[in-house]
């Protein structure tokens, strides 16, 4: 089989950063009202700042299997928060009620929870300064309005998927969906920022199942090339579940027969498909900067990378041609936003520059604990609440491998390894909490023999400590192999929420890293 | 209206959305109520949060074409706004073969899951518990995050065949990690329960974690391997739960579970798992207590899942139990594994040698054939020498199936309930009443050098 075949059908790259104008969404003056008297309200019962979020998340949801529509729900959720510091204390409160007196009355009781924290608040918070922004408006670069195309275009385009992965013989089973988001927000603070932003993010989903009867098994591919963006209606036609279904249904039935992998150590070649969620793990994770203070013990954990003052210019992650951005602006990515839920206009920057630690992700009541580090005095905008009736905190951006300055494509890294492993798309995923022992899974393995793929392998998962995996990256694909996946489902804090994130990265080689096989003995 | 919907006011609210359904059958489902948290960490409280929301979904159905639209806006225009969207949206939607019908009126179970204690828990006594359990983390010189959370709420399902069904429900949690200033020792505690007076009080739970966090320190590096643990009730509960995931039983006949039977069908009436296990769940169990319905308003009966190691049942949803010709059978989220009488010092002084695991992490599927899962341990690995706990381990990762650790069953103890999800929250699915365990042959597959 030709090697182009494997890679000439994963998802078109992304453009790099640059944001682009569009169509400005509309403030409402009442809500705009509101928003002000929140913010009187905090003030007046003591609030040292104050900022409220008025939010609309609508939600469409359309889940198939084989040729029957299994679900179709809509679901729309509107409220506001108040947020206020008081003595440096937190206090946050949030209500479906916007009404005058609701709004007074959410604002005071955020007031008096944090007043009544205060007995327990040990350092005061201080927040980093923010520029004053009039009146903000941002929206999601968007072609098509998914909530706008009909249902019918909706089921007939999973139920295309579907029959084309059925037709392919020893396919037994197939779930597909479709998943549409828009969060509606309008931000007030009393730092004098007001901004209004429609954010779009969608997500086309299918699994195919293929059962060999002869012997029980049975063996699964997801369409992980086909990635959840911040885009409209238009990616979904562009992920073209229906052309590409036959090939990922292929790929289900040739796992049943596939080559078991022996266990040992094997140079890795690992696609975009799958190298965004290892990056998602085990390096855009332990460089939250609360994370590596201890803040989120309790349940995401800590890092290895800290604490700040030992790692910041110290810590020699990779190679010097691993450099890691952060941003919320690549066009289409999960992240991208006008202003973050502290209303800071986000950066792109180095996390890793040159293969060394060099700053971590940031929010405003967070800069000034690694100021005197990395010389920083504003925000990286790395705030984010799921919805009005959560509170913000520091969430993940968009971090990306940039791509190497030689263009090479996946080819190129085949072609240059003698005994290696090719693994497409990501599968089951494990870290500890301090994100140095990580396992992952993925779609589909190939070995790859004397610089040409040699066939398929399964029950394929590879284990590695953090720097020791990244240190032995020794290949890097080029501008144009650079693609964007990411998830819907990056999750922290308590009670946990769920952030959207994208990550971009070239195709990357990593030499000898240990491989297990996960199959076991059935009963 | 109050955060909480009683009886007559969801009622009353699924009456108003009935009588504008227009379509050929209507299903309300209702949410209400309010949550309360308060984090603390490295600084004390951090962030912290009240919120109160109420959803109406309504389901509309014309003969097999159905769909749902949920709305969180109670007025005349967005009631209105919903059913005709539901109705406009399944007009449009294909015909789903697999549709039942409605259920009519039904009998369920009066299940008193509702606290005043819980309900009440406001900011000020949160931030008072808080502050009990940080002056025994502070006395020791340690450092701790914490969580504390309440839910209180109230649900109905109600349609147009006559069903009406309610039950409102409150749950509290508070778990922390008590952690050394220099990051060598880490240590978990966690309690849960639908009676925040019901749970251990602040200041003991962190002398549990503060005891794990300081004796976790100077871990000895075990060989990965295959070793007898004992684990503690917390740990198995994390495991446990991922079995009971796997009991679907449309999935095992179609061939793709671990529950699949060998040339088809499934494994119900099958011994699986040593003779000693028996997993049940009822929703009145003083310790589960779990909504005695489900979002159809099928009523959710006491059920054996798994009877000393045979499987009794498996979940059947309305549609599969139809075509296979048996009663539906829903999973109601939380489950009691039964155990003797043995304390976790008892399990513990009859291991010549083993680990003692405290609770484990990002506990992911590899491979659904054989339920075989990886993950980590975390906050408090122990070497077990001749019936003592002696030092603190280094974690693992394992890779390991829970239906094989039920195969290599040693001993069980006294079953309780815990904080079995991750999250350290309050349990999504329902109440988890599991012992501490103590099997041999658990695999851990690689060290991680994680605090």
């Known amino acids: ?290 994370r590596a203070l201890g803040y989120e013990a309790n349940y995401a954990g800590t890092s290895f990378a800290a604490p700040p003052d030992q790692m910041i210019g110290k810590l020699k992650w990779g190679p010097e041609f691993m450099n890691i951005q952060g941003d919320r602006s690549q066009v289409g990515s999960l992240s991208a936003c006008g202003w973050d839920d502290d209303g800071v206009a986000p950066e792109t920057y180095l996390i890793v520059k040159n293969g060394v630690l060099v700053d971590y992700q940031t929010t405003r009541d967070q800069v000034a604990w690694i100021q005197p580090l990395t010389g920083r005095t504003r925000s990286h905008g790395c705030a984010y609440a799921q919805s009005w009736a959560d509170v913000a905190f520091q969430r993940m951006p968009n971090v990306s491998l940039l791509p190497g300055e030689q263009d090479l494509a996946v080819d190129d890294l085949i072609a240059a390894t003698p005994n290696g492993i090719y693994i497409v798309g990501d599968g089951s995923y494990s870290i500890d909490q301090q994100r140095y022992n990580f396992q992952f899974g993925g779609q589909v393995f190939y070995e790859v023999k004397d610089g040409k793929i040699a066939g398929m392998l399964k029950d394929v998962a590879y284990q590695a400590r953090n720097v020791d995996f990244w240190s032995s990256m020794d290949m890097l694909g080029g501008r144009s192999s650079y693609q964007v996946n990411g998830t819907f489902g990056d999750g922290k804090g308590q009670p946990s929420q769920s952030n959207a994130v994208s990550h971009g990265c070239p195709p990357a080689r990593f030499k000898s890293v240990n491989v297990l096989n996960t199959g076991r003995t059935r009963g | 209206m109050a955060e909480w919907l009683s009886r007559d006011e969801a009622r009353q609210l699924a009456d108003r959305v009935l009588a504008l359904s227009k379509a050929e059958g209507c299903q309300v489902n209702i949410g209400s109520g309010s949550g309360g948290n308060t984090r603390y960490a490295v600084d004390g409280i951090s962030t912290s949060g009240d919120a109160a929301n109420a959803t109406v979904t309504v389901s509309a159905r014309f003969g097999k074409r159905a769909a749902s639209v949920t709305t969180n806006v109670f007025d005349d225009d967005g009631l209105r706004r919903a059913v005709e969207t539901s109705e406009r949206l399944a007009q449009l939607a294909p015909e789903n073969p697999e549709l039942m019908p409605l259920l009519g009126a039904q009998q369920y179970a009066a299940v008193p899951a509702f606290w005043r204690s819980t309900a009440e828990l406001d900011a000020g006594r949160r931030a008072d518990a808080i502050r009990a359990a940080l002056d025994v983390v502070e006395r020791a010189g340690l450092v701790a995050a914490g969580f504390v959370e309440r839910l209180a709420g109230a649900g109905a399902v109600a349609n147009s065949a006559g069903l009406f069904a309610y039950h409102s429900s409150t749950s509290a949690v508070h778990t922390l990690t008590v952690r050394t200033p220099d990051w060598r020792g880490s240590g978990w505690a966690g309690t849960a329960h639908n009676d925040w007076w019901r749970l251990t009080r602040p200041a003991t739970l962190a002398e549990r974690a503060v005891k794990k966090a300081t004796e976790s320190r100077d871990p000895v590096t075990l060989d990965p391997g295959k070793y007898t643990v004992v684990l503690e009730p917390t740990a198995a509960g994390n495991l446990l739960r991922l079995l009971t995931f796997a009991m679907n039983a449309r999935q095992a006949d179609e061939g793709r579970s671990f529950f699949s039977k060998r040339g088809g069908g499934n494994k119900v009436g099958e011994k699986v798992v040593d003779e000693r296990i028996s997993i049940v769940s009822d929703p009145r169990d003083a310790d589960l207590l779990l909504s005695p319905y489900t979002g159809e308003g099928l009523p959710v009966e006491p059920t054996v899942w798994i009877e000393n190691g045979v499987v009794k049942n498996l979940i059947y949803d309305r549609f599969w139990a139809d075509k296979q010709g048996v009663k539906p059978v829903p999973f109601p989220g939380g489950f009691r594994m039964r155990g003797g009488n043995a304390s976790l010092d008892d399990l513990i002084a009859q291991v010549d040698r083993g680990v003692l695991v405290t609770r484990f992490w990002y506990i992911r599927g590899v491979d659904p054939r054989t339920v075989l899962y990886t993950g980590l341990t975390r906050d408090g690995v122990f070497l077990i020498e001749q019936g003592k706990v002696t030092r603190a381990v280094r974690n693992f990762r394992f890779n390991e199936s829970p239906a094989a650790m039920l195969n290599n069953l040693v001993a069980l103890g006294r079953p309780e309930r815990v904080s079995a999800s991750e999250s350290g929250g309050v349990e999504g699915g329902g109440a988890v009443v599991v012992p501490p365990i103590v099997c041999r042959e658990f695999t851990f597959s690689s060290i991680s050098e994680a605090v």
């Open chain 1, 1 to 290: 089989m030709d090697r182009r075949q494997f890679v000439s059908t994963t998802a078109a790259a992304l453009a790099l950063p640059g944001v682009r104008l569009f169509q400005a969404p509309q403030a409402d003056a009442s809500i705009k009202a509101l928003c002000l008297r929140a913010l009187d309200a905090a003030r007046q019962a003591g609030a040292g700042y104050a900022d409220v979020r008025v939010q609309r998340n609508r939600n469409q949801s359309l889940s198939t299997r084989e040729q029957q529509i299994t679900g179709l729900a809509d679901s729309e959720t509107f409220g506001f928060g108040v947020r206020v510091l008081v003595n440096g204390a937190w206090g946050f409160a949030a209500s479906r009620d916007l009404t005058p007196a609701e709004v007074d009355r959410v604002a005071r009781l955020a007031v008096a929870q944090a007043k009544g924290n205060r007995r327990a608040v040990k350092r005061p918070v201080t927040l980093a300064p923010v520029e004053a922004v009039k009146d903000g408006r941002w929206k999601s670069p968007i072609e098509v309005d998914p909530f706008t195309v009909p249902i019918e275009d909706k089921v007939g385009l999973l139920m295309a998927a579907n029959a084309a992965a059925l037709k392919v013989q020893g396919t037994r089973f197939v779930s597909s969906s479709l998943f549409f988001v828009l969060e509606d927000k309008t931000f007030a603070s009393t730092d004098d920022v007001f901004t209004v932003q429609q954010i779009y993010r969608c997500l086309p989903q299918m699994t195919i199942t293929a059962v060999d009867p002869q012997t029980g098994d049975f063996q699964t591919r997801v369409s992980a090339e086909a990635a959840p963006v911040g885009l409209g209606y238009e990616w979904v036609t562009k992920a073209d579940l229906p052309g590409r279904a036959p090939r990922w249904a292929e790929e289900a039935v040739q796992k049943l027969s596939a080559k078991p992998v022996a266990p040992g150590s094997y140079d890795l070649i690992l696609d975009p498909s799958h190298l965004w969620l290892t990056i998602h793990e085990s390096i855009a994770h332990p460089t939250e900067l609360d």
